[in-house]
């Protein structure tokens, strides 16, 4: 499909938030795209955490369950987490490992959000957040970006999507390394929903600022369009 281009595009600081399957990743890819701006994907700063707690073992692990957020805190310190771009697209590094394909599995899915609703995490990883954001021209793809990470982003989106159609998307998208059936992903897409949204830290939800799009029946090019409409709203106001 071909985008309508913007032209003289300033440089803006874009977020789209959302429940787990609702298209953020595919939009955010392709709206970065089209704008030319970075993409940063902060699901997976916390699926890197995720997987070096499965990775020290029942110490980490059990440091989580006991509420321990010393060991917690320690555990991100000692991280080195960084994007790259590459022709595979958006690559993860932690501590120099390429750790992208790693943190897809539903284990991990289901430990990041569980490990994502410690304070102590997310204060770790807030500064970094914020150190990406700097240069702006970028598209950041989470949970509490316009709410917590860029309160004052040029442009929030909230992006949701029906259970069944999230369930769905992340099915076909998992493809024959799914281990899981439709029932299954979608169990742990609403048990996902509802840890990430009940959390006292930067809980689940749009900012109020957010533009609300429903992606149930729209394609991704239909979603990218819609909010490419809204970003040239948004510039033809500030001018
Ligand atoms: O977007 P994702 O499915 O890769 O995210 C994995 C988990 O990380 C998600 O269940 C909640 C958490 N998360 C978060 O709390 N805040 C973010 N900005 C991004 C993800």
Redesign the pocket.
Known sequence: MKFTPINLLPKLIITIDGP?GAG?TTVSKKLAEVLDYQYI????L??AVALAAQKKGSASLASLASNDDQALAKLCRNLQLEFKSSLKGLVLFCDGIDITDKIRTPEI?ML??TI?ARPAVRKALFGLQRKMGKKKQAVFE????GTVIFPDADLKFFLEASSGVRALRRFKELGDTCSQTLKEVEEDILQ?DNQ?STRGA?PLKPAKDAIKIDSTDLSADQVVEKMLFFIKKAIINEN
């Open positions: 787990a953020k994907d902060t699901g997976a916390y699926r899915s990041a959000s994502s989470g949970r509490d970006m996902r990430d930067a």
